[in-house]
C-alpha cells in the first residue's frame, strides 16, 4: 500500500482513504492537493476509478495513491465497498477507513486531526465506537425517512444512524469487516444509510462531534433548517438519480425498518412517478419511477437503469 502522507507522531491510530473519482481529473487534483496540506495526513490513500481513466491513474500515482480501476462503471456504493475489499486486504492493517470523493476535499486544515482525535477519545469512552464524523442523522424506522439532528443537540458527542456523504467519515476497520462493508447492489445512493444502519444492527455505535458539527452548519449556512429533505427539480439530467433515489429509499425501509415504513415510501414514490409524468408530460418518466417503487419492494438491486441523461430504459436482466 503507498502512502501520501505520514501519520502523526502522536496518533495512535492508522487511517486509509478510500477515494471514489469519476471523470473528474480536475477535481480529483484539487482533492489530493488538499489532502496533503492537512494538518494530519492520511497513511494510505486508494483510489477506485469508476472510469479506468489514464488521467486518473497518472494522477494518483503523481500523489503516491493506490490506483484501482473498476473496469466499470460500479457507482459510489460498489466502487467503496472495491476500495474496502483492497485495503483490508494490506500487509499491515490499518485502523481507520475514511471514505472520499474526488470534489469533496476538507474544507479545513485540520479537519483530518480533528476527526481522528475525535475517534481516538471515543473508542477510549466507548468500545462499541464503529466510527466519527463530520456530518451525521438518524433513521425514523416507522416512517423510512431520515431526520436531522436539531441545532440545538450538537453539543458533545452525538449519536446518530449514519453519517452525510462526502462529509470525511471514518469508520473502524473491525467492524467494516464484521458487517461487511457497504451494499454494493444499491450502486448509487444511501449506500451511506444502509453501512450506518447495518453497523447499528450489530450494537455498534457512531458518533459526531457536536461542536464541529454545529462549526460546519454555520460555515455552510445551514444553521435553522428543519429538515434534511431537498427540493429536486424534474430536469433531465436526474431521471436515472429519481430512480435509484426512490429504489434504495424502498430497500432500506424494507430490510432497516418497520412495515409502516414501506408502506409509507412506497406510497410516496408513487406520488413521485405521477409528479414525474406530469412535470415531463411524458408516460416513460411516470413509468420509470413506478418500476423503482416495485424494484425496492422486491429489492431488485444492481445497476438497472443506465446512469446518463437520454437512457432511461430497465435492464431486462
Known amino acids: 500500500m503507498t502512502s ?30 488538499t489532502l496533503g496540506l492537512q494538518t494530519r495526513t492520511l497513511d494510505a490513500l486508494v483510489i477506485v476509478d469508476n472510469d479506468k481513466s489514464c488521467t486518473a491513474q497518472l494522477i494518483a500515482e503523481t500523489f503516491g495513491a493506490l490506483y484501482v480501476p473498476a473496469g466499470e462503471n460500479l457507482g459510489p456504493a460498489g466502487a467503496i465497498a472495491l476500495g474496502f475489499d483492497r485495503a483490508l486486504d494490506a500487509e499491515e492493517p490499518f485502523d481507520w477507513f475514511m471514505v472520499l470523493d474526488d470534489d469533496d476535499p476538507p474544507t479545513a ?34 416512517l423510512g425517512k431520515l431526520e436531522r439532528i436539531p441545532d440545538s443537540d450538537l453539543v458533545g458527542p452525538v449519536l446518530v444512524d449514519y453519517f452525510g456523504g462526502n462529509q470525511l467519515p471514518m469508520y473502524r476497520s473491525v467492524a467494516i469487516r464484521e458487517s461487511g462493508g457497504p451494499t454494493a447492489a444499491l450502486f448509487f445512493g444511501l449506500d451511506d444509510v444502509d453501512l450506518g444502519m447495518r453497523l447499528r444492527s450489530l450494537r455498534y455505535s457512531l458518533w459526531i ?20 429533505a431537498a427540493r429536486r427539480s424534474f430536469d433531465a ?51 420509470l419511477n413506478l418500476v423503482a417503487v416495485f424494484a425496492g419492494i422486491r429489492l431488485r438491486l444492481g445497476r438497472t437503469v443506465e446512469p446518463t441523461t437520454d437512457k432511461t430504459q430497465v435492464r431486462s436482466s
Open 4 to 33: 501520501i502522507g505520514k501519520a502523526s507522531p502522536e496518533s495512535p491510530s492508522t487511517v486509509c482513504g478510500i477515494l471514489v473519482t469519476y471523470k473528474r481529473p480536475d477535481q480529483l487534483r484539487i482533492t489530493l492537493e
Open 109 to 142: 486544515p485540520d479537519d483530518i486531526e480533528r476527526l481522528v482525535d475525535f475517534a481516538v477519545q471515543r473508542t477510549k469512552r466507548d468500545p462499541r465506537c464503529a466510527g466519527v464524523g463530520l456530518v451525521g442523522a438518524r433513521y425514523n424506522r416507522w
Open 209 to 228: 462531534d457536536g461542536c464541529l458539527a454545529l462549526e460546519k452548519r454555520r460555515m455552510h449556512g445551514r444553521l435553522g433548517l428543519s429538515s434534511l
Open 237 to 287: 439530467s436526474s431521471l436515472w438519480r429519481r430512480y435509484y433515489s426512490t429504489r434504495n429509499t424502498i430497500a432500506i425501509a424494507r430490510i432497516h425498518g418497520h412495515l409502516s415504513s414501506v408502506v409509507i415510501t412506497s406510497c410516496r414514490g408513487v406520488a413521485a412517478s405521477v409528479q414525474a409524468g406530469i412535470a415531463f408530460r411524458s408516460p416513460g418518466a411516470f413509468r
